[in-house]
Antibody
Framework: QVQLVESGGGVVQPGGSLRLSCAAS????????MHWVRQAPGKGLEWVAL????????YTADSVTGRFTISRDNSKNTVSLQMTSLRVEDTAVYYC????????????????WGQGTTVTVS | SYELTQPSSVSVSPGQTATITCSGD??????VCWYQQRPGQSPLLVIS???KRPSGIPERFSGSNSGNTATLTIRETQAVDEGDYYC?????????FGGGTKLTVL
């Protein structure tokens, strides 16, 4: 079945770094853009980053630009989020999410979500 | 930066129609998606491209987008529909979420 499984969350001190990974299965990974979306405790959803199906384009939210980097390895069906200079306000559950197609079209929804991995900056 | 505004909460009686709004400047020029998040679960796409229902989403769920407001309508609301609902749009390659609406069925 279609599945996204995140890993790499944990507790880190402010200023530290962490790398999240997401393993995809059950679908043609090469054909889809991938996002990271986060949710702080008791708060709403916040988009973090998008990478196109082939990795050619990457976009990040203003709140993380310059600190977070999204990447993918289509040979391993994985997408990653490298997080540096972490702040207390980065504490959240981080979801790996599939875009409906490859290039983040304005019409697309985010149609598959992982269970999330928790990052605590303290 | 572009913003989407939702009411913080909406209440509805079982069997009635729930309406959740999402407001943004000239929102009709963008495509809006809606997500349902039940307590303790990951979000679920319930409406894409303003009004399209993904496979498996009941026909009770519908969406529209006109002017500055997009609307999610849930007919014949059931207890299972309780949760948080988020609207989402894209602006200059960035993705924006509304603040979320807590739907209570009572």
């Amino acid at each position: 079945q279609v599945q996204l499984v995140e890993s790499g969350g944990g507790v880190v001190q402010p200023g530290g770094s962490l790398r999240l990974s997401c393993a995809a299965s059950g679908f043609n990974f090469n054909g889809h853009g991938m996002h990271w979306v986060r949710q702080a405790p008791g708060k709403g959803l916040e988009w973090v980053a998008l990478i196109w199906y082939d990795g050619s384009y990457k976009y990040t939210a203003d709140s993380v630009t310059g600190r977070f980097t999204i990447s993918r390895d289509n040979s391993k069906n994985t997408v990653s989020l490298q997080m540096t200079s972490l702040r207390v306000e980065d504490t959240a559950v981080y979801y790996c999410v599939r875009d409906e197609d490859g290039s983040g079209s304005p019409t697309n929804g985010m149609d598959v979500w992982g269970q999330g991995t928790t990052v605590t900056v303290s | 930066s572009y913003e989407l505004t939702q009411p913080s909460s909406v209440s509805v009686s079982p069997g009635q129609t729930a309406t959740i709004t999402c407001s943004g400047d000239k929102l009709e020029d963008k495509y809006v998606c809606w997500y349902q998040q039940r307590p303790g679960q990951s979000p679920l796409l319930v409406i894409s491209e303003d009004s399209k229902r993904p496979s498996g989403i009941p026909e009770r769920f519908s969406g529209s987008n006109s002017g500055n407001t997009a609307t999610l309508t849930i007919r014949e609301t059931q207890a299972v529909d309780e949760g948080d609902y988020y609207c989402q749009a894209r602006d200059r390659k960035k993705v924006i979420f509304g603040g979320g609406t807590k739907l209570t069925v009572l």
